[in-house]
């Protein structure tokens, strides 16, 4: 597995597994009493372990493949980044769209905007990183 | 894809250069040299011409064009 495809592999795991328990935890008393704190407080927690983890993984994977990971990105791995990042984008601004008609329609509430533009921001994310999975995958 | 390659051929025929020192030459990761010889991806021009100089080929030997 190339050593940029293990890097998108972290990035989504660990972007949809800590956002997937914060969201969870919204809707979970259950869960949230687990975790403790606020939906404010848990929200900054799972930055901070996000950042953490992926952190940790990629020094993990980094050492594993240092001749790979000092090199710079070859032009097929820049194209990748560059159609993924692209699609993300569409995606995100299309998103936004949406959250922001919810805002002036519905008339939802600070946190609820935080929380959708949030939910869209780590969608758009997903999105990126599993389109450049898909284009290693494919060896295109 | 309409832009074909011999780099697998050129490569076993040049003292059975693996696709690592290949990609090590050209300046591009192993996994780029497989999706070029597949006919996955289509590399620019400076590569073409710098995989064409580490086989020691002209590039018209290393890459073919139908259409």
């Keep these: 597995m190339a050593f940029r495809e293990k890097l998108a592999w972290v990035s989504v795991l660990v972007t949809a597994g800590v956002f997937l328990t914060y969201g969870l935890s919204l809707a979970s008393p259950a869960l949230a009493h687990a975790l403790g704190g606020t939906a404010r407080t848990r929200l900054v927690g799972a930055v901070f372990?996000?950042?953490?983890?992926?952190?940790?993984?990629?020094?993990?994977?980094?050492?594993?493949?240092?001749?790979?990971?000092?090199?710079?990105?070859?032009?097929?791995?820049?194209?990748?980044?560059?159609?993924?990042?692209?699609?993300a984008y569409g995606l995100i601004a299309s998103l936004l769209w949406m959250v922001m008609a919810a805002g002036v329609f519905l008339g939802a509430d600070g946190m609820s905007l935080g929380l959708a533009c949030l939910a869209v921001l780590v969608a758009g994310e997903i999105a990126r990183f599993t389109c450049q999975i898909i284009a290693y995958r494919r060896g295109a | 894809?309409?832009?074909?390659?011999?780099?697998?051929?050129?490569?076993?025929?040049?003292?059975?250069?693996?696709?690592?020192?290949?990609?090590?030459?050209?300046?591009?990761?192993?996994?780029?040299?497989?999706?070029?010889?597949?006919?996955?991806?289509?590399?620019?021009?400076?590569?073409?011409?710098?995989?064409?100089?580490?086989?020691?080929?002209?590039?018209?030997?290393?890459?073919?064009?139908e259409g």
């Design chain 2, 1 to 65: 894809m309409a832009i074909t390659n011999r780099i697998r051929l050129l490569r076993q025929a040049s003292d059975g250069m693996t696709q690592q020192a290949l990609a090590d030459r050209v300046g591009v990761t192993r996994q780029t040299i497989v999706a070029i010889e597949q006919g996955k991806y289509g590399p620019s021009l400076e590569t073409a011409f710098r995989i064409a100089r580490a086989l020691g080929a002209g590039l018209e030997e290393v890459f073919g064009f």
């Design chain 1, 49 to 87: 372990v996000e950042i953490l983890l992926a952190t940790i993984m990629t020094i993990v994977i980094a050492v594993t493949a240092p001749k790979e990971a000092n090199a710079p990105r070859d032009e097929r791995e820049q194209a990748i980044a560059a159609r993924s990042a692209a699609f």
